[in-house]
């Protein structure tokens, strides 16, 4: 399947499936639209994976995801700012939460450290891929991006 056959959800989760982070997988879906080749871009979000850097702050998507609506409507501050509010209480009303510790809550995720391998018990425990799907998702609706 050609990259231009497939939707910016479908190339979020084939690129946090090929190691990316949340956020990395979240703004290089975008870069295209955004002027960013994706190298750029994979740059730009690499230290926000894992709630800024594994420290299980505010999750990698989301902020993958501000970064997308800031490229959109920056250096309009009040139209950017409206955007992001707006994706936040959409992610909210169906992660239950915009922190990644919270979100992970239960999963035996902890802060700092190595990485964990991505195995098939790593996607089956964790919800990080869905997650990057739904800020995807949340972004190309119509009332938000």
Known sequence: MAEKDISRVEKSELLFKSGCNCSQAVLAAFADELGLDEETALKISSGFGGGLARQREVCG?????VMVLGMKYGPDKAKCYEAVQKFCDRFKEDAGSIICRELLEGTGATAGGAPEART??????????????????????????
């Open 120 to 145: 098939t018990e790593y996607y089956r425990k964790r919800p990080c891929v869905e997650l990057v799907k739904l800020a995807v998702s949340v972004l190309t609706s119509n009332d938000v991006f």
């Open 61 to 65: 998507a989301v902020s993958g995801a």
